[in-house]
């Protein structure tokens, strides 16, 4: 299949590219050199490829790569038990990067023809002002992950079957109890094929998976009205919701109930407070708060409150922090990072000590530290820079139950919603929109209108006391820096905080 078969002019894809699932093509194999299929919906050949390393080099450079992609998602929205939006998205493009010591020059096309390409080639290679001439290395293919089984992909699914998801989350949240009031449910699934090349010969593809089922419920009593949301997400199909915990019925029925009990909640204590962080969705604190300032790129830099500390103290002792991107099926993990790096476990803070950073190239070259395989990007129109993948927090030797007890007058946060933290100083502000009064070591009242605010490393300081029970957020996170998002995902056991800052009305 020729390329015009897949453009049209300006770089849009055909209506008839949805006709058939053309990144599971794998059929043209390279006439020359290895023996190495490139995908058919990108329509390029090795040639042309290792022409476009030679153009992005042709200024010089430490090195250049190529990324291609071609997307499709698709969503379903139901409100008010209609459906109120659907949508079908598709993108094909290549971004191309130079690299001379620690600055980028990266352009990209969504035409991939390869005059449109070779021009941003060229406009990337002005980073560097020294023409040389430059080997291209042959291609490479390097070993990745097998993280996500891909059988079906959901955005092949029929429409009936997801539109049946949705209405089955609708009416169970409306028939759970007679004071909800409304409900938003939201269906979305998404394929990424991606392509990488570069100038030392890396090659690889893959297909990322991901799939969203969230339901948003509104209650009310009076004029009270309360609204609370549940969610599951991974990097996997519609079977996802076929397994029990994970059933539209039971994910729709998990928000209701924080709905209608938040009815009844009561003001929150304002002030210093002893908390409780719950198991999983807390993880967002962990993430915001600790892992950004993790990032090799804020520390290379000197920007973070963590710059310069590896090997010092930096947490309570019972803080052992990992990211890692190989867990299977995981909304943050990945078979390759996007400068075809494995991801990899990294320790982060091991028992309190600082023991370094998320890398990418630059970074680790730059720190002379190890490859982490957390070079990410949102899209083939951003240049990859240090993210997280999966962050979480090692258990601890108490009981959940241990941990609650010990507490005489605290609060027990449980669902987050939204955060932000300035990575310079670590400071914080989280939204929680589940929690309760711990009153002489019992879980009591709901409470609303909580925020907790703080400091990061503080908070890290502060733990006293960590559960046995480390658990990942079925949620639906994603990270925002720099103007990129990417999927990611958060975990933590049961932890106690001897203080964090409410900002309560009570």
């Known amino acids: 299949m020729k390329r015009r078969d897949f453009i049209k002019t300006g770089g849009a894809v055909t209506a008839g590219i949805t006709t058939i699932p053309l990144w599971l093509d794998n059929s043209r194999a390279l006439a020359e050199g290895v023996n190495v299929n490139i995908p058919e919906v990108f329509a390029v050949s090795k040639k042309e490829m290792r022409k476009l390393i030679g153009v992005a080099m042709s200024n010089g450079g430490d090195s250049a790569d190529l990324f291609f992609e071609y997307a499709v998602n698709s969503a379903l929205q139901m409100e008010e038990n209609i459906v ?50 430059v080997k291209i290395v042959d291609i490479n293919p390097v070993l990745k992950k097998d ?111 924080i709905a209608v009990r938040n009815l009844q909640a009561v003001n929150a204590p304002a002030g210093p407070q002893t908390i409780v962080l719950g198991p999983g969705e807390s993880g967002v604190l962990l993430h915001e708060a600790v892992g950004h300032g993790l990032e090799a790129d804020f520390n290379r830099k000197d920007l973070s409150n963590y710059s310069g500390q590896v090997g010092k103290k930096v947490a309570s002792e019972h803080c052992t922090i990992i990211d890692g991107g190989l867990y299977p099926n995981l909304r943050g993990s990945i078979n390759i990072d996007d400068e075809a790096n494995v991801p990899t476990e990294t320790v982060l803070i091991e028992k309190g000590i600082l023991k370094g950073y998320m890398h990418d190239e630059i970074s680790a070259n730059a720190m002379k530290s190890p490859l982490t395989g957390n070079g990410r990007r949102q899209s083939y129109a951003h240049p990859p820079m240090p993210r997280m993948t999966n962050t979480y927090m090692h258990g601890g030797n108490y009981t959940p139950e241990e941990v609650i007890a010990s507490v005489n007058y605290g609060i027990y946060a449980k669902r987050f919603g939204g955060g932000q933290v300035d990575i310079t100083k670590g400071d914080f502000t989280f939204g929680v929109y589940e929690a309760y009064l711990i009153e002489n070591g019992k879980l009591t009242a709901p409470l609303k209108d909580v925020t907790l605010i703080g400091n990061g490393p503080e908070v890290m300081r502060n733990v006293t006391m960590v559960a046995n029970d480390p658990t990942f957020s079925p949620g ?14 958060v975990g933590i056991p049961t932890t106690r905080v001897s203080e964090i800052t409410v900002g309560g009305t009570n």
């Open 84 to 133: 109120k939006s659907a949508s079908r998205n598709i993108s094909l493009g290549m971004g191309v990067r130079v690299i001379k010591g620690d600055q980028i020059g990266y352009a990209h096309t969504d035409d991939l023809s390869f005059e449109k390409m070779a021009e941003a080639a060229k406009t990337a290679s002005f980073i560097a002002k020294n023409k040389t001439r």
């Open 147 to 257: 993280l996500y089984k891909i059988t079906d992909l959901s955005v092949d699914a029929d429409f009936q079957d997801k539109l049946k998801l949705i209405e089955r989350a609708n009416k169970a949240a409306r028939e759970f109890d007679s004071k909800v009031i409304n409900n938003n449910v939201l269906y979305f699934d998404e394929m990424r094929h991606l392509m990488y090349y570069d100038s030392k010969g890396r090659y690889f593809t893959d297909i990322q998976p991901m799939t969203i089922l969230r339901t948003y419920t509104i209650t009310a009593d009076g004029n009270n009205r309360q609204g609370a949301g549940s969610a599951r997400a991974g990097r996997e199909g519609m079977e996802l919701y076929h397994r029990q915990g994970n059933t539209p019925e039971e994910i729709a029925i998990e928000g209701a109930t």
């Open 476 to 489: 639906t996170w994603t990270c925002g820096k720099n103007g990129q998002r990417v999927p990611v995902s």
